[in-house]
Structure formats: structure tokens, C-alpha cells
């Protein structure tokens, strides 16, 4: 059974590009959440998306993030016009339905802003 | 909002001996409380977890109390080993899907 699987591993995006972050999580799992980690600080949330549905996205930036899950495919976030203190570790990481609470990490996508 | 926080930032210990890593949440309503464990550059792996409707939890060198009452829980670490050199996060969060809120972190430092 595949862990939750995160690409890309490492994206160098200059200022003003746009940063695609992919999420696929375990198989059975239906419940996504993003986190930021910034260097040498703890992981805050972002985002809670289900299937097709954010949930909760009070920890993500009103303007240039956006994320979705859609109904077939990886979760995506998307950061448009990146700035340099967008330059983080984002981890993703998925819970099983229906109450599940422990959530499980992929890798990560460390994102660099040049 | 929850607020957790986790103390001592950093910790150095000699090989064998405990470790003790203790967190504070304040809201009364949080219910589940995760520990994780991060090598450098790699994912945060869930090492033990507890839940609201028991005061301890063992599994082989790792525990984890939990006092509602005083909003605080510990992790324990026995009989260190340099393996177990990583950084620690703490996390409460409500039973049922909902984000994580997570300490800033104990970087453990195990001597040989």
C-alpha cells in the first residue's frame, strides 16, 4: 500500500512564476491537508479539502494560493506570482474516512523562490 | 483558535538515558494528540498518538500522559539511542477530521 506520494520533490520557481504542488494520498484515503514548514519552525495548516470540497481554507492566504481535490487526480495547490517568502517545505497528508485522525505525510515538495 | 505550545526547544541527552518532551493546548475542546517525528529533510512520521479518554499510552520505549485537567501532554523516551536524534512535534487537534495544530518543535540530540 503506496504512502501519500507528493511531487515535485524539489521546484525552483523565480519571482512571479507559478508553483503547482501535487498530492496524492493513500489509497482508501479521502480527507487531504496542506502544511507549510518554514526552516526551523513547526508545520501550519493551510487548507482541508475532501473530494471535490475545501472544507476549511482559514490557514491559507486569501490571494495567489488556491487548492482543489478534484473528483479524479492528485490534490493541487497552486501559488501564483511566488515571492521569496513563499520559499518553504509544504506537506501534504491524507486521513481515512470516516472519522479518521491520524494523518499520515508524503514527502514533501520543498519550494524555492529565487 | 487552539494555540499549542512545547517546551524545551532543544534537548541533548546521553545515549540510555529518558527524554521527556511536554506540550500545552488551550482549548479544552481538543481531544487527540499526535507526536512526530522529523529526520532532517524528510517527512514528519506519526510515532504515538493519544486520545482524551486515557491518561497514558506505552508502546516499548515511547509513552505519552496526558493531564486534561491542566491542558498538557508529555512524551517520554527511555533508554535513548543516537537513532532517535530528530526533531519532535507535539499537535492537538478535535476527534473527526479536522487540521492539526502543532508545537514548534524539540530538536533531541542523543550522544554516543
Known amino acids: 500500500n503506496a504512502g501519500v506520494m507528493q511531487n515535485p520533490r524539489h521546484l525552483v520557481r523565480r519571482r512571479g512564476q507559478e508553483a503547482r504542488l501535487r498530492c496524492s494520498p493513500m489509497?482508501?484515503?479521502?480527507?487531504v491537508y496542506w502544511y507549510r514548514q518554514l526552516p526551523e519552525e513547526g508545520l501550519k495548516f493551510m487548507v482541508y479539502?475532501?473530494?471535490?470540497?475545501?472544507?476549511?481554507e482559514s490557514g491559507m492566504p486569501k490571494e495567489r494560493f488556491s487548492a482543489e481535490f478534484p473528483k479524479e487526480g492528485p490534490s493541487i495547490l497552486r501559488i501564483q506570482q511566488v515571492v521569496r517568502g513563499d520559499s518553504a517545505a509544504y506537506f501534504c497528508?491524507?486521513?481515512?474516512?470516516?472519522?479518521?485522525?491520524?494523518?499520515?505525510f508524503g514527502p514533501g515538495t520543498r519550494l524555492t523562490v529565487l | 483558535g487552539e494555540n499549542v505550545e512545547q517546551h524545551p526547544s532543544t534537548l541533548s541527552v546521553q545515549e540510555g538515558d529518558s527524554a521527556v518532551i511536554k506540550c500545552t493546548y488551550s482549548?479544552?475542546?481538543?481531544?487527540?494528540f499526535p507526536w512526530y517525528k522529523q529526520e532532517l529533510g524528510k517527512r514528519p512520521q506519526l510515532i504515538i498518538d493519544?486520545?482524551?479518554?486515557?491518561g497514558e499510552k506505552k508502546d516499548q520505549r515511547i509513552a505519552v500522559t496526558l493531564n486534561k485537567t491542566a491542558k498538557h501532554f508529555s512524551l517520554h523516551i527511555t533508554e535513548t539511542q543516537p537513532e532517535d536524534s530528530a526533531v519532535y512535534f507535539c499537535?492537538?487537534?478535535?476527534?473527526?477530521?479536522?487540521?492539526?495544530?502543532f508545537g514548534k518543535g524539540t530538536r533531541l540530540s542523543v550522544i554516543a
Open positions: 497528508a491524507s486521513s481515512p474516512p470516516p472519522l479518521g485522525n491520524e494523518q499520515f
Open positions: 499537535a492537538a487537534s478535535i476527534e473527526g477530521n479536522t487540521p492539526l495544530v
Open positions: 479539502l475532501q473530494k471535490e470540497n475545501i472544507i476549511d
Open positions: 482549548d479544552s475542546a481538543s481531544n487527540y
Open positions: 489509497k482508501g484515503h479521502s480527507h
Open positions: 493519544i486520545r482524551s479518554n486515557v
